[in-house]
């Protein structure tokens, strides 16, 4: 992922599509929510690293195996192999904290919504008798297993130093490749989604489920004994940070997946005494509390600490209420009041805050507010825009990303990131200075905070993609 001071861009190539697109009436919605889950959840597969792309599955994105060479580990003469995962973003980073959002959201999908998914992607694994979800979500897990040290603490991503040219191929990218330093943050999200996985591969493969059981353990008892280690990039490295303050959230996350994963009190106890500090009721790769609650509360195994459940569900349910006032004040019909950086992936979280409170507590109110969200991303809103590619005519045709620019053609089924009030790019600069904050979006190949996608924005999409096509079916 760009971040704000990272690229020098030159202000070219707008080519804006603003044709208005009217909502699809009430029997069709359904029917397009479900059409959208397979180019969406393909796109993760697309994103793969480090694997050969066939043409037979890819088509104009088949690409050899990228970024197969063993990796330094930053500041020594350590090499490690680290091949794998999927590319992040418009970049061909691999970064754990919000490799780890996407597969809370995926895993929690299928959980949500298992018929929603189908063996039916058109991947390389396609036939073989798992939902294609669960084959994409595990290519990522074994990538996120090799990024874990001997003493359980998980590196935070692994990049180059700085991005290459905007249409470079993923094999193009050759630049020597960094693993960077461990941080609490990434080992608490890879414990949790370890510990989230394991039930759900042991019918699987009981073998793997056992692995990623192992793993999360050992991450979880290094963070035991480590103080928060924040991550923050090093002189001279521009890829994406992804840096966080806070581990306590993440703590939290790990205690819940674990006490879910194993039934043992050690857990439950530590997810309680952990709640008040680590509880943030959202769902960004920063702010994890949220995916803790849901897999605590939803998971298969009831939460035996009736005082610490109440809490929860009383927090989604007051979240959800104040989404569906905001939502319903709203002239656009959605939660956001501001469009910050991925302001789709903001309103998208908020759609997945209401899709679990109506698990907590059926209620038309979420679903009619979820109902609306959804319908401002797919070109409802004031640019008339469909915000996944490939999906409307209004689709974005030069999303910032590298595979797409090198192509000369949109990756289908990826969200972009949406208007965003910041104008942290030069064509945002340019082009979008004195419109309102809504309309702050451009389809340019240079916008980066407007228009560039992400694995973690995809996911959240598929999420509510998944659930929603139930709900409307
Ligand atoms: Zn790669």
Avoid at 223 to 251: C, M, Q, W
Avoid at 283 to 307: H, I, Q, S, T
Avoid at 373 to 400: D, K
Wanted: proline content about 5%; glycine content about 8%.
């Amino acid at each position: 992922m760009e971040s704000v001071t990272n690229q020098e861009i030159s202000p070219v190539c707008f080519g804006m599509h603003t044709s208005k697109t009217r909502f699809y009436s009430d029997p069709q919605r359904g029917l397009m929510t479900q059409s959208l889950i397979k180019p969406v959840g393909r796109m993760f597969y697309l994103q793969r690293c480090g694997a050969t792309l066939d043409a037979a599955f890819a088509g104009a994105f088949s690409h050899p195996a990228c970024h197969t060479a063993p990796a330094r580990v930053f500041g020594s003469d350590i090499f490690l192999h680290v091949s794998g995962g999927w590319h992040d973003a418009g970049d061909y980073g691999r970064y754990v904290v919000p490799a780890c959002k996407a597969v809370a959201d995926l895993l929690l999908a299928f959980r949500a919504a298992p018929e929603a998914f189908g063996d039916d992607w058109d991947i390389l694994e396609s036939g073989n008798g798992v939902a294609d979800v669960l084959d994409e979500v595990r290519f990522e897990l074994e990538w996120l297993i090799k990024m874990q040290r001997d003493d359980g603490g998980v590196y935070h991503k692994v990049t180059c130093a700085y991005f290459p040219d905007i249409t470079a191929n993923p094999q193009d990218e050759t630049a020597e490749l960094y693993i960077f330093p461990v941080s609490t943050a990434a080992t608490g999200d890879f414990s949790a989604v370890m510990a989230m996985a394991a039930p759900l591969y042991e019918s699987i493969d009981r073998t793997f489920a056992k692995k990623c059981l192992r793993a999360s353990v050992n991450a979880y008892e290094f963070l035991k004994h480590t103080k928060p280690l924040p991550f923050h990039n090093p002189s001279g490295v521009i890829t994406g940070e992804y840096g966080d303050e806070s581990d306590a959230d993440e703590r939290y996350f790990a205690a819940c997946a674990l006490y879910q994963a194993t039934g043992q009190s050690y857990y439950l106890a530590d997810a309680a005494a952990l709640y008040q500090g680590g509880r943030s009721s959202d769902f960004g790769w920063a702010d994890m509390g949220g995916y803790g609650n849901a897999v605590l509360y939803f998971g298969p195994r009831a939460c035996e600490d009736d005082f610490l459940a109440g809490r929860i569900r009383a927090d989604l349910l007051s979240t959800a209420e104040r989404i569906c006032e905001l939502t319903e004040k709203s002239p656009l019909g959605i939660s956001i009041t501001e469009f910050l950086w991925g302001s789709n992936m903001y309103l998208l979280n908020h759609t997945m805050t209401l899709l679990l409170a109506n698990d907590a507590q059926e209620n038309e109110r979420y679903l009619s507010a979820a109902r609306a969200h959804l319908a401002y991303i797919l070109g409802n809103n004031p640019l008339g825009v469909n915000f996944i590619t490939g999906a409307a005519e209004s689709s974005p045709r030069q999303p910032h990303h590298r595979p797409s620019a090198a192509a000369g053609r949109a990756m289908p089924g990826m969200l972009v990131g949406g208007p965003n009030e910041g104008l942290h790019d030069l064509a945002a600069k340019t082009l979008l200075a004195g419109k309102p904050a809504s309309e702050r979006y451009i389809d340019s190949v240079e916008s980066y905070s407007t228009n560039e996608t992400a694995i973690y924005w995809n996911s959240v999409l598929l999420y509510v993609l998944a659930r929603m096509s139930k709900l409307d079916a």
